[in-house]
Nanobody, 124 residues
């Protein structure tokens, strides 16, 4: 069992930056593919970014490519999402997720564990 706790959300002006963190419990963090998803009001949850077990491979949604960076520190059992050049359309609840499968985790069904989410609001 893995427990995930997100932090770092908040209110920021358009063009600003935030860094989200997701702390995981357990000693097998390095064996999980980690991902970030988001869900805006009235919309379905959408993929944002994913990172492989050791952090060698990353993949992003087109909407955030070049602005967001996913990274992980396996010694700290933590995955990060650095968000730059934020836009009002980035406003959503952001969730981190952990998956035991191999492969590219760019869809929600890939993942086995989810955090509770952290709110990000970008004002115009």
């Amino acid at each position: 069992q893995v427990q995930l706790v997100e932090s770092g959300g908040g209110l920021v002006q358009a063009g600003g930056s935030l860094r989200l963190s997701c702390a995981a419990s357990g000693r097998t963090f390095s064996t999980y593919v980690m991902g970030w998803f988001r869900q805006a009001p009235g919309k379905e949850r959408e993929f944002v970014a994913t990172i492989s077990w050791r952090g060698a491979s990353t993949y992003y949604a087109d909407s955030v490519k070049g602005r967001f960076t996913i990274s992980r520190d396996n010694a700290k059992n933590t995955v990060y999402l650095q968000m730059n050049s934020l836009k009002p359309e980035d406003t959503a609840v952001y969730y981190c997720a952990a998956g035991i499968r191999a492969g590219r985790g760019d869809y929600a069904e890939f993942y086995d564990y989810w955090g509770q989410g952290t709110q990000v609001t970008v004002s115009s």
